[in-house]
């Protein structure tokens, strides 16, 4: 049976036109992760989750919903669902998450606060009010939804004065770096991601990280915006022997996820053959988007091989993890 | 049989440019694409290009698997902003077929 494509995107759009995110994300979810770590509210710099952490546990939940329909009758009723999810938010109940995952997501967050921190960077947070940016509308070529939403987020971020934000995922970089400043009138913010702002700071490793990494190159990074050598200037620095795996840097080979939520088993495909490459290179491997860890996490379950995020690494190395934030 | 819509790539680029004039069809890009999709993105360029809209329509669910990599726009020797284009062709499917969109 073919994927109700249609039906699927049109749920993510109505979601995004009608509660301001592509899957539910509650206030208190969003920005969850900072509770407790006195970032101030505001400021002429911010750091800019873009909600892609925190979103990471629905999406998979979608995955595993639209994976398990993918070839069953019930894909036929999924215009139905998309009538009713207009009224009802029943996305909810098809993006369920566990409080462990979530958890571990918001851990990312704080530890690239953390970093942030230990490097001296002064940064404050839009908390409730920060936006989704609209990466999967964009990138799924809905454009007047898309581009109606972009000039609301960039609305929202002037509104209090911010100049310039400091962005945690490749996907919010390129929308907020890239994308942004072709589609919005005298566009005027200064984006660099939290890999940029550390590399060129002084921040000096307490911990040596005596160990061989294969590195997973996200491809929005490396391609869209050749962000290649600050993760490695950082995990070189604490120490870490960089594996180059057979596609790297600029040839980086896709983790699967962008066709995630419409081909869940493509996408696990995709995978697959990436975990492939990085295994026949070493037993550890590294990421810096969220989207990346979470696919090449599932499909390295049962292969041995181990995926953190970049953030786990570099707290590790770099922050003293008894000093709170 | 193909119907041939002369004002295909007119439509297309109304909103958004599609721009495939370059490319030399030397397969550069189906011979990198991770998910192996052969159709995407030369002969389905040649498709708009031609005005073969129920050929680009056939194959809706190729052109929504492109993961956007940009793999095969990286290796392209004539610089054909191969993804953009992918993009273009998305937002005509879902402006003119699937009726997504703000209006």
């Not at chain 1, 546990?57 to 998309?82: L, Q, V």
């Not at chain 1, 990421?287 to 786990?312: F, R």
Request: aromatic share 8%; proline share 4%.
């Amino acid at each position: 049976m073919a994927v109700p494509i249609k039906h699927i995107l049109g749920i993510l759009v109505d979601n995004l036109s009608i509660r301001g995110s592509v899957l539910p994300l509650s206030k208190s979810r969003s920005t969850g992760w900072a509770k407790g770590l006195d970032i101030p509210m505001g400021g002429k710099t911010v750091i800019y989750t873009g909600h892609m952490y925190q979103l990471i546990p629905s999406i998979t939940a979608m995955e595993k919903m639209t994976s398990k329909f993918a070839n069953s009758w019930i894909s036929k009723y999924y215009g139905i669902g998309r009538m009713v999810n207009k009224v009802i938010n029943i996305s909810r109940f098809m993006t369920w998450t566990n409080a462990n995952e979530r958890a571990k997501f918001d851990g990312m967050l704080r530890n690239i606060a953390l970093l942030l921190k230990t490097a001296e960077v002064d940064f404050g947070y839009l908390y409730g009010e920060e936006l989704y940016t609209g990466t999967l509308v964009y990138d799924e070529g809905i454009n007047d939804v898309f581009e109606y939403h972009a000039h609301k987020v960039y609305e929202r971020i002037k509104k209090h004065n911010v100049e310039r934000v400091i962005t945690v995922d490749p996907h919010t970089t390129d929308m907020l770096k890239s994308v942004y400043p072709k589609i919005i009138k005298d566009y005027q913010l200064e984006v660099k991601s939290y890999l940029e702002v550390l590399a060129e700071s002084n921040l000096k490793p307490l911990k040596t990280l005596e160990q061989d990494i294969v590195i997973h190159d996200s491809c929005v990074y490396a391609r869209y915006e050749g962000i290649i050598d600050q993760p490695r200037q950082l995990l070189e620095n604490a120490g870490a022997k960089i594996i180059e795996p057979i596609n790297s840097r600029k040839m980086t080979y896709c983790c699967g996820g962008p066709v995630e939520s419409l081909f869940p088993i493509k996408a696990r495909t995709v995978a697959d053959s990436r975990v492939e490459q990085l295994t026949s290179a070493g037993d550890s491997s590294v990421t810096m988007c969220p989207i990346c860890y979470i696919n090449l996490k599932a499909a390295a379950e049962n292969n041995g091989l181990s995926v953190k995020d970049i953030s786990d690494y570099l707290v590790e190395a770099y922050c003293d993890r008894n000093n709170s934030v | 049989m193909s119907i041939v819509n002369p004002s295909f790539i007119e439509e297309m680029s109304r909103f958004t440019e599609f721009n495939a004039y370059a490319c030399i069809n030397c397969g550069s890009c189906t011979a990198l694409c991770p998910m192996g999709i052969d159709l995407l993105p030369r002969r389905m360029f040649r498709h708009v290009m031609l005005g073969l809209e129920d050929k680009v329509l056939e194959n809706t669910e190729n052109i929504f698997s492109c993961l956007l990599c940009k793999m095969c726009e990286e290796n392209c020797p004539k610089d054909v902003p191969i993804v953009d284009n992918i993009k273009s062709i998305r937002w005509y499917i879902n402006r003119e077929i699937f009726k997504l969109g703000r209006n």
